[in-house]
T-cell receptor, first 116, second 109 residues
Framework: GAVVSQHPSWVICKSGTSVKIECRSL??????MFWYRQFPKQSLMLMAT?????????EQGVEKDKFLINHASLTLSTLTVTSAHPEDSSFYIC????????????FGPGTRLTVT | DAKTTQPPSMDCAEGRAANLPCNHS???????VYWYRQIHSQGPQYIIH???NNETNEMASLIITEDRKSSTLILPHATLRDTAVYYC??????????FGAGTILRVKS
């Protein structure tokens, strides 16, 4: 149980375009999801906290107009990287909080974004 | 959230127990100790968590000192597939997790 999926697993886009990444909790409802970014050989960096039905809370230094987060249902959160640039190339990972199973966080497999 | 200190890397022989230490001297009373691991190019995998009692599940055991200032994750019989970065994280239940650098565990045959 407690499976989180992400789609796509990898994506290549051109500079200036927007990319949407989906995060789904498959077998539980998640009122809270988190989005992380990881650069090569570095640890995960929290970008934002996404709560179902409300605006996301962004960490300091993360541009909310560039990284749009929508948590429209209890099983789906999306991250849209707008006007992507090569420096946005990274590994994006989401996690979901299992509120009804003890408030543990389970992570998705990640999405590799490459901006050319 | 309290910070944690872990050794940057450790080696372990296949089949032997892997003991990964973590210091969290500033942990507060309502903060849990969580362990996750990340295998290359994958999302982190939940291993175990605890508040003050020792915990065991099918993957590992977590030993927390009585003063809660440090803990040890034990993989009882390490295999090559356990080679990963192991993260010890301290935080309140249901809150965001702040990842540190973790420990690179290399299991060798």
């Amino acid at each position: 149980g407690a499976v989180v999926s992400q789609h796509p697993s990898w994506v290549i886009c051109k500079s200036g375009t927007s990319v949407k990444i989906e995060c789904r909790s498959l077998d539980f409802q998640a009122t809270t999801m988190f989005w992380y970014r990881q650069f090569p050989k570095q640890s995960l960096m929290l970008m934002a906290t996404s709560n179902e039905g409300s605006k996301a809370t962004y960490e300091q230094g993360v541009e909310k107009d560039k990284f749009l987060i929508n948590h429209a249902s209890l099983t789906l959160s999306t991250l849209t990287v707008t006007s992507a640039h090569p420096e946005d190339s990274s590994f994006y990972i989401c996690s979901a909080l299992t509120g009804d199973r003890g408030y543990e966080q389970y992570f998705g497999p990640g999405t590799r974004l490459t901006v050319t | 959230d309290a910070k944690t200190t872990q050794p940057p890397s450790m080696d372990c022989a296949e089949g032997r127990a892997a003991n990964l230490p973590c210091n969290h001297s500033t942990i507060s009373g309502n903060e849990y100790v969580y362990w996750y691991r990340q295998i290359h190019s994958q999302g982190p995998q939940y291993i175990i968590h605890g508040l003050k009692n020792n915990e065991t599940n099918e993957m590992a055991s977590l030993i927390i000192t009585e003063d809660r200032k440090s803990s040890t994750l034990i993989l009882p019989h390490a295999t090559l597939r356990d080679t990963a970065v192991y993260y010890c994280i301290v935080g309140r239940r249901g809150n965001k997790l702040v990842f540190g650098a973790g420990t690179i565990l290399r299991v060798k045959s």
